[in-house]
T-cell receptor, first 111, second 112 residues
């Protein structure tokens, strides 16, 4: 079993839809939960950062962590074509050297 | 812009050759990480350096090596290149005590 499981997609939704991206993980030591966005052939960029369980909102993006079920979600409201990218979940332990990257979900927003 | 720089952006070479990829971390970051990403694949962790010393090793081939210099920039050396080494190579950095990694724009390597 992989430490971090993520549906590779692709996921295609119409513009304006609410998008839900999910990850599951197996390591209960994970305390930090990040989402990275990677445009085609570009470097991953940090999108959201959450500590422990709960929700965090940043504009159209909401990150949700449920440590009891080891489930991580990223919601995108009012999705835009510019949101088309691969989204990687990345839980971590006590430091940046303990981050495990999911394989990514490819998202396409249709105009 | 993450503050992490990588050179060159693109590299085309032949099988059997050797190349060097360079990375400069964000100002003040002591850790450097190298990743390989083949077409439509996830990030494969290769190696981490912290303040000049190797800290962690991932799926790095024996033909690959890396080092971090006193000014904290890092180089990834790839030798006896094979067609399958064609990929994007990313460098990331993190601060001492930090929980996140910041990625550079990557070097696209094409081995012909």
């Amino acid at each position: 079993q992989k430490e971090v499981e993520q549906d590779p997609g692709p996921l295609s939704v119409p513009e304006g839809a609410i998008v839900s991206l999910n990850c599951t993980y197996s390591n209960s030591a994970f305390q930090y939960f990040m989402w990275y966005r990677q445009y085609s052939r570009k470097g991953p960029e940090l999108l959201m950062y959450t500590y422990s369980s709960g929700n965090k909102e940043d504009g159209r993006f909401t990150a949700q962590v449920d440590k009891s079920s080891k489930y991580i979600s990223l919601f995108i409201r009012d999705s835009q074509p510019s949101d088309s990218a691969t989204y990687l979940c990345a839980p971590g332990e006590s430091s940046a050297s303990k981050i495990i990257f999911g394989s990514g979900t490819r998202l396409s927003i249709r105009p | 812009d993450s503050g992490v720089t990588q050179t060159p952006k693109h590299l085309i070479t032949a099988t059997g050759q050797r190349v060097t990829l360079r990375c400069s971390p964000r100002s003040g970051d002591l850790s450097v990480y190298w990743y390989q990403q083949s077409l439509d694949q996830g990030l494969q962790f290769l190696i981490q350096y912290y303040n000049g010393e190797e800290r962690a090793k991932g799926n790095i081939l024996e033909r690959f090596s890396a080092q971090q210099f006193p000014d904290l920039h890092s180089e990834l050396n790839l030798s006896s290149l094979e067609l399958g080494d064609s990929a994007l190579y990313f460098c990331a950095s993190s601060a001492q005590g930090g929980e996140t990694q910041y990625f550079g724009p990557g070097t696209r390597l094409l081995v012909l």
